[in-house]
């Protein structure tokens, strides 16, 4: 089992930034993704972000240029620093931690926490 917790969400003008961060209990594949999506009220989840344990990156058309992952492997963390923030970026986010080798479809999920943008 692994724990995922996330942190940092929080109110904020628009135009500001937030950092978000997010722990692992541990890693248990050899090599894994940490991904953070959001879930806005009343839309379907979406992914925004995810980092491999390797570093390779991908963010959201949405997000590019105002969103940057980044991961410490050695603490089990994982974070999305979020600039320029705009009101349709608020949602709940959540962060995703799965297997890429050995793939074996057991993943886990935090709490989610809320990121709210004021105009």
């Known amino acids: 089992q692994v724990q995922v917790v996330e942190s940092g969400g929080g109110l904020v003008q628009a135009g500001g930034s937030l950092r978000l961060s997010c722990a692992a209990s541990r890693t248990i594949y050899s090599r894994d993704a940490m991904d953070w999506y959001r879930q806005a009220p009343g839309k379907q989840r979406e992914l925004v972000a995810f980092?491999?344990?390797?570093?390779?990156?991908s963010v959201a058309s949405s997000v590019l240029g105002r969103f940057t992952i980044s991961r410490d492997n050695a603490k089990n963390m994982v974070y999305l620093q979020m600039n320029s923030l705009k009101p349709e970026d608020t949602a709940v986010y959540y962060c995703h931690y799965r297997g890429i080798w050995p793939s074996v479809g057991i993943d886990f999920w935090g709490q989610g926490t809320q990121v709210t943008v004021s105009t």
């Open positions: 980092i491999t344990s390797d570093g390779s990156t």
